[in-house]
């Protein structure tokens, strides 16, 4: 596990040495146990190392054996033994017992399709010496970052956007076409960044460069025909193999693992597995709050007392919020409003206090269908087709009567969810997560930004992103489509951002079974009766590891690891929002109308209006812009 960066000029000139080192300085939390570079004419590899594997051998850059090929790595490739041996039998030559160097034989035996042999999370650059040419790629899902621009005929790229910012020539232009998506999303969706000419480059995607040509293409997607025809017996145990096999290739390790135990469903099912298969009490790590409708660690602690792990737990409180926001701000290094990531940073550093490598439950939603907006699709679907009057005036009026519940998880509260109802009719079917999402709608946006601003801006763009996901889809059926879409989108561009920043923050290796390729694949071949069966998410889940779980965690429904955002602004941090927010000479006060933010602010903390994750996502907002000297 690594940060990577470097750039590659058009021509074999001098790199510029110095940016390098800039850009490597700037991810040095990624690897805090040494770095590495590479620099010949044309081209400059460097990275920083968490050191995993061949802890004392495995340094980078590595070459292959005449040294025409380099390659800097940041990731785990869980099938890399086997890779060894059968590298091995072709008559390749290793220097180390690292997965990076069979990155190198890889293309040496397939070329550009190298990192299809691959099973595990990676973002890699490869230097071709002999043809002047850089191989660039991301996994399949979407784990690992990888962010870059052209300027001046040189490409750069970097693990982190603000490492790639402090080697630019030229400052890039804030993209405010992306801040509105942002303002949709509570995340900047790739390829996007909040700067017009820097680039994510998408999951599952390989990049080349060569002479000043750039190319971007997919090499691998997901497909949910044709489906599984095998009885029910036969895929449950399928699925207990797959998700063993997974979490079992993820105990590999030279330096001390544990896991993130939620209490939710997908992370107590790994926990269980790790304490099957490891000699020792599993070292586990929960994050609460003291509002216990939002802590999971009573639910936590109930599975950490069944498996004897060696538990630890943290609390995290509203006076936490203001230093530790900035903290998540400067580390993902663009606006980014999901509120989980700020227990998931604490509860990342607590983790490192005695552990290098943690495995977690991400991805088991997308793969089996837990948010219960999956389910709530359909219903949507049928209310939309009652006469106009009633869901466009007569309902919406009368659900604005009853007051908002700031105090509930999202999800959490009836009263909460019969309150979007007023919002499905204006908004595209297609685009789910923004169907039920309480962020900010096209409407809520005209309302915000400056007239200047709001002439320039397609205030649908992000719901356009999400429609055409789903309508792209390679499947057939509305919740299969709705879960590619999250694959899609939400997953890499929310999720897994997320995930890798705040455990890369404290140089922690965060370990996803449920993203593991091959067991997203299986499972998005199951028919839909397999995964969502009434109002009752990852059927089969629950059914085939029931043996392994306490029954009040098999019958838990969703609630996520939100927290009292809401709660907190409508309370203790009201007045610290509002000084944010409403200063004249704040760093929004040049894209958006101070009286409309002033509005959202009194109808949030009267009641009238759950405005807490919108509030969130413009305190966040103006974090960035302060702290990145665009204000």
Same mark, same amino acid.
């Not at 400052?171 to 509570?186: K, N, T």
């Not at 966040?620 to 702290?627: F, I, Y």
């Given at each position: ?86 590298? $091995? ?11 990076? $160097? ?20 990676? %973002? ?20 690992? @970052? ?22 630019? @020539? ?80 993820? #105990? ?57 792990? !060696? ?29 989980? /990531? #700020? ?14 490598? %943690? ?6 939603? $997308? ?18 087709? #009652? ?30 969810? #019969? ?11 297609? %685009? ?23 002439? %320039?801006? !397609?205030?649908?763009?992000? $719901? ?12 057939? +059926? ?13 997953? @890499? ?27 997203? /694949? ?91 994750? +919108? ?17």
């Amino acid at each position: 596990m690594c940060g990577i960066c470097g750039l590659a000029t058009t021509s074999r000139a001098p790199i510029n040495e110095p940016a390098l080192r800039a850009m490597n300085a700037c991810i040095a939390h990624r690897g805090p146990d040494g770095d590495g570079f590479h620099i010949r004419p044309g081209v400059g590899l460097a990275m920083r190392r968490l050191a995993i594997i061949d802890v004392a051998g495995g340094d980078q850059p590595i070459a292959n054996e005449d040294e025409t090929l380099w390659v800097v790595y940041n990731g785990e490739c869980y099938n890399f033994p086997d890779m060894h041996k059968e590298l $091995e039998g072709r008559g390749h030559v290793f220097r180390t017992r690292t997965d990076t $160097e069979c990155i190198l034989h890889l293309y040496e035996d397939h070329g550009d399709d190298c990192m299809t042999r691959l099973r595990g999370m990676f %973002a890699f650059a490869l230097w071709d010496e002999k043809r002047g040419r850089l191989l660039a790629a991301r996994d399949r899902l979407g784990k690992k @970052p990888f962010y870059y621009a052209v300027q001046e005929g040189t490409l750069y790229f970097a693990s982190e956007l603000p490492a790639l910012l402090a080697a630019l @020539p030229r400052r890039p232009e804030v993209d405010v076409q992306a801040i509105d998506d942002y303002l949709s999303l509570q995340y900047i969706p790739e390829p996007s960044t909040p700067y017009h000419g820097v680039f994510k480059l998408p999951a599952a995607h390989r990049l080349t460069w060569q002479a000043g040509d750039l190319r971007i293409e997919r090499y691998w997607d997901l497909a949910y025909e044709p489906k599984h025809t095998a009885p029910l017996p036969d895929l449950m145990a399928e699925l207990r193999r797959l998700l063993a096999d997974a979490v079992h290739m993820r #105990l590999l390790s030279e330096v001390p693992l544990g896991a993130h135990l939620s209490g939710g469903i997908d992370s107590s099912i790994i926990v269980a597995l790790m304490a099957g298969m490891m000699g020792k009490p599993v070292k586990t790590f929960s994050a609460g709050f003291e509002e216990e409708k939002f802590s999971e660690l009573p639910h936590a602690r109930r599975v950490a007392e069944k498996y004897s792990t !060696d538990h630890h737990e943290f609390t995290l409180t509203f006076n936490d919020i203001p230093a530790t926001l900035a903290e998540v701000t400067r580390h993902v290094g663009e606006p980014f409003a999901d509120p989980s /990531a #700020l227990p998931l940073l604490r509860l990342s550093q607590l983790t490192r206090e005695h552990v290098t490598v %943690a495995l977690n439950g991400d991805g088991g939603d $997308e793969a089996f269908a837990g948010y219960w907006r999956y389910w709530l699709d359909p219903w949507a679907d049928a209310y939309l087709k #009652l006469p106009g009057a009633l869901t466009r005036r007569i309902l919406p009026a009368a659900l604005r009567r009853i007051p908002d519940r700031a105090d509930r998880p999202v999800g959490g509260s009836l009263i909460n969810g #019969l309150k979007r109802l007023e919002a499905l009719a204006l908004t595209d079917r297609r %685009a789910s997560l923004l169907r039920w999402g309480s962020y900010f709608s096209p409407t809520q946006k005209a309302e915000l930004w400056n007239a200047e601003e709001r002439q %320039a801006l !397609d205030m649908r763009r992000a $719901e356009r992103l999400q429609a055409d996901a789903w309508q792209n889809a390679p499947a057939h +059926r509305y919740l299969d489509r709705t879960l590619y879409a999250d694959n899609a989108t939400y997953l @890499p561009g929310d999720l897994l951002v997320k995930a890798d920043r705040m455990t890369m923050a404290a140089s922690l290796e965060g370990r996803s079974p449920f993203l593991d390729h091959e067991l997203a /694949a299986w499972a998005a071949r199951l028919p839909q009766k397999y995964k969502l069966r009434g109002r009752t998410g990852k059927w089969i889940l629950r059914q085939t590891f029931k043996d392994l779980l306490p029954p009040e965690i098999l019958k838990r429904g969703k609630q996520g690891f939100g927290i009292p955002v809401g709660a907190w602004l409508r309370g203790p941090l009201h007045a610290w929002a509002s000084q944010r927010l409403l200063d004249p000479h704040g760093p929004l006060s040049g894209w958006f109308d101070p009286a409309a933010v002033a509005r959202l602010l009194e109808d949030h903390q009267r009641g009238r209006a759950d405005h807490g994750k +919108r509030l969130y996502a413009l305190v966040m907002l103006a974090e960035w812009k302060e702290q990145s000297g665009n204000g």
